[in-house]
């Protein structure tokens, strides 16, 4: 089965930086959209970025575009999240998502994504 497994939250200071993983497993990672999204508490869980199954193609959501940057490795079957610039409202808790159905384009939306992984804490002090 899908296993997805985060890692790299933590607590740092307004401006600062942390790079989140996620380590994938069950099925041939190569061949799926992944993606993060983000809840604070007392929201609704947000898109944050996604990225082709190929690496090739990637979108944000506005805010975080010019600060956060996703990237994957097929090899090591991981995606990662560095997210510069780091301000209080970025303060969630971070999952990562993983496409229901191979070969398919990139997506923003909650519905597109049928594996999640537990999530990272990332807190962000002002």
């Known amino acids: 089965q899908v296993q997805l497994v985060e890692s790299g939250g933590g607590l740092v200071q307004a401006g600062g930086s942390l790079r989140l993983s996620c380590a994938a497993s069950?099925?041939?990672?190569?061949?799926?959209?992944m993606a993060w999204f983000r809840q604070a508490p007392g929201k609704e869980r947000e898109f944050v970025a996604t990225?082709?199954?190929?690496?090739?193609?990637?979108a944000y959501a506005d805010s975080v575009k010019g600060r956060f940057t996703i990237s994957r490795d097929n090899a090591k079957n991981t995606v990662y999240l560095q997210m510069n610039s780091l301000k209080p409202e970025d303060t969630a808790v971070y999952y990562c998502?993983?496409?229901?159905?191979?070969?398919?384009?990139?997506?923003?939306?909650?519905?597109?994504?049928?594996?999640w992984g537990q999530g990272t804490q990332v807190t962000v002090s002002s």
């Open positions: 998502a993983q496409r229901a159905l191979p070969w398919r384009p990139i997506a923003t939306t909650r519905e597109n994504y049928r594996y």
């Open positions: 990225i082709s199954y190929s690496g090739d193609s990637t």
């Open positions: 069950g099925r041939t990672f190569s061949m799926y959209v």
